[in-house]
């Protein structure tokens, strides 16, 4: 059984970063591309990004963009940075698969606040 722990939420001031946490058990996580999610009171679990399996470092959108997503194939770990953050960012964030892969059974995920 796969399980996902995700952690590293928080309290932050808008403008502030952050950094998630995801750690996979049960499982060869360097065999797949992985992704993280969040998810707002109401509303369907949003896609934030992807990382390929062999890649170690992904800026989402571009280079400059708000979102990382980093892994660490030998520690089965995977990170979100979140910089410059606004009230929006406001979720609970989880990881997983990437929407075309059928889904691990989904961690409990980690809630971010952003407020002043």
């Known amino acids: 059984q796969v399980q996902l722990v995700e952690s590293g939420g928080g309290l932050v001031q808008p403008g502030g970063s952050l950094r998630l946490s995801c750690a996979a058990y049960?499982?060869?996580?360097?065999?797949?591309?992985m992704a993280w999610y969040r998810q707002v009171p109401g509303k369907k679990r949003a896609l934030v990004g992807t990382?390929?399996?062999?890649?170690?470092?992904n800026y989402v959108g571009s280079r400059n963009g708000r979102f990382i997503i980093s892994r660490n194939n030998a520690n089965n770990t995977m990170w979100l940075q979140i910089k410059s953050l606004k009230p929006e960012d406001t979720a609970v964030y989880y990881c997983?698969?990437?929407?075309?892969?059928?889904?691990?059974?989904w961690g409990q995920g980690t809630q971010v606040t952003v407020s002043s």
């Open positions: 997983n698969k990437p929407p075309t892969a059928e889904s691990w059974p």
């Open positions: 049960g499982t060869n996580f360097s065999s797949y591309d």
């Open positions: 990382i390929l399996k062999k890649v170690t470092t």
